[in-house]
Every structure is written in structure tokens, then in C-alpha cells.
């Protein structure tokens, strides 16, 4: 079964540097979203992507935070300036529809430690 | 604004018991969709089972069951016969069609302990 492939699964940087997550959906897939989930809290979501697009993002999704898809197959989301609190497992998913009856396909999320 | 509840932090089963996790939400969209989703101690997300709000029937997925009440905007899922495997966090969420169906929102979650 074809799944969303998230790499790395564990990632450690220091405050102030810059890091890349990395993500690859499922290939038919045409929405891609990033959520994010802080220790023992709930999943929240960050931003949606179609088309090369930003089609939608939360609050915390602010200009430290920017997402690409540089080629046919990868998702990025980029943090520019990290910070401690940006200490989080970061979940990359993917739909074939951008509709309320379609489950989003999670990968496996990558451990993000901002020491 | 789009709100799921989830009131159990916790819970026991003994192994092969049924189980219900509750799960009610709030929204003023006629059209959404409930889903819940199985985050095993290694992380990974992993969806379980749908059900839409113009669903008549409840939704079954093998062992996973969807208790749909929609007068009383609940959607707690029924595990049958519980596995140690079972044990895990589990989430409810839900979509819906005005707010940006790309979106979802999150419960709390609840975490399931299987006892054998």
C-alpha cells in the first residue's frame, strides 16, 4: 500500500538555525498538508498546499515557516529561525481531494528538538 | 469554529472486551466528515475509520465501529474485541465542507490500554 514517506525521523538543531523537513506523498495524491503535535498535546494543523499553492494556514504558521514543492515528488516545510518552542513531531499528510469526506494519509512524522 | 471533544485522557479494556472512546465536536457546517485516527508509542498516524454527516448507517471497519448520534454530535468509536496491539492514542477529528475542508481539527485524544 503506498504511504507518505517523512524523512528525518529525528531531527535535533540548535535555537536560530534554519531546518528542512522533508516529505514525500503518496504519488497521486494532489493536497499536501503539514501538522504539527507538541509532547502530550494535541495535532495541529499548519498549512494545506495545492497547485503550488498555499491554499490555507493557521496562526502558527507565521513567516518563519515556508513550504515547497521543488520537484514532482517532494514537500518541504522549512523553518528559517528555530526556536524552542518549535520542538514538535511534525506530520507531513496527503489527500486526493480536498473534500471533508476524504482521509488525510499521514507519514510518519519527524521529532523535531530545538535545544 | 469547528471544536472536538474527547473526555477520556485515559483508558483500560481487558484484552478482548469491547471498548467506546467518546468523541462529540461542534460545528454550525451541515457537511463534514468524522474521522478517527490510532497513533501507536512509535508515533505514526494511522486513520481508522469515516463517517460523513449525511451518513445514515454507521460506519464499520473490521474490528473499528463508528456509534454516529448526530442530534447529540457524537461519533465515538467502538473497538470489539481488543488487542494488546490496541493500545495506543487515539484521536478524533473532523473536516468540514465551509470552514476549508482542508483542515482538520483535532480531539484531545485519548490514550487506550489494553490489559492482559
Known amino acids: 500500500e503506498p504511504e507518505v514517506t517523512q524523512t528525518p525521523s529525528h531531527q535535533v538543531t540548535q535555537m536560530g538555525q534554519e531546518v528542512i523537513l522533508r516529505c514525500v506523498p503518496i504519488?497521486?495524491?494532489?493536497?499536501f498538508y503539514w501538522y504539527r503535535q507538541i509532547l502530550g498535546q494535541k495535532v495541529e494543523f499548519l498549512v494545506s498546499?495545492?497547485?503550488?499553492?498555499?491554499?490555507?494556514k493557521s496562526e502558527i504558521f507565521d513567516d518563519q515557516f515556508s513550504v515547497e514543492r521543488p520537484d514532482g515528488s517532494n514537500f518541504t516545510l522549512k523553518i528559517r529561525s528555530t526556536k524552542l518552542e518549535d520542538s514538535a513531531m511534525y506530520f507531513c499528510?496527503?489527500?486526493?481531494?480536498?473534500?471533508?469526506?476524504?482521509?488525510?494519509?499521514f507519514g510518519n512524522g519527524t521529532r523535531l528538538t530545538v535545544t | 469554529a469547528q471544536k472536538i471533544t474527547q473526555t477520556q485522557p485515559g483508558m483500560f479494556v481487558q484484552e478482548k472486551e469491547a471498548v467506546t472512546l467518546d468523541c462529540t465536536y461542534d460545528?454550525?457546517?451541515?457537511?463534514?466528515?468524522l474521522f478517527w485516527y490510532k497513533q501507536p508509542s512509535s508515533g505514526e498516524m494511522i486513520f481508522l475509520i469515516y463517517?460523513?454527516?449525511?451518513?445514515?448507517q454507521n460506519a464499520t471497519e473490521g474490528r473499528y465501529s463508528l456509534n454516529f448520534q448526530k442530534a447529540r454530535k457524537s461519533a465515538n468509536l467502538v473497538i470489539s474485541a481488543s488487542q494488546l496491539g490496541d493500545s495506543a492514542m487515539y484521536f478524533c477529528?473532523?473536516?468540514?465542507?465551509?470552514?476549508?475542508?482542508?483542515?482538520?481539527?483535532f480531539g484531545d485524544g485519548t490514550t487506550l490500554t489494553v490489559k492482559p
Open positions: 499528510a496527503s489527500g486526493r481531494a480536498e473534500s471533508y469526506s476524504s482521509p488525510l494519509h
Open positions: 504519488s497521486n495524491h494532489l493536497y
Open positions: 498546499f495545492y497547485n503550488n499553492e498555499i491554499s490555507e
Open positions: 460545528t454550525s457546517d451541515p457537511s463534514y466528515g
Open positions: 463517517q460523513g454527516s449525511y451518513d445514515q
Open positions: 477529528a473532523m473536516r468540514g465542507l465551509a470552514q476549508g475542508a482542508g483542515k482538520s481539527t
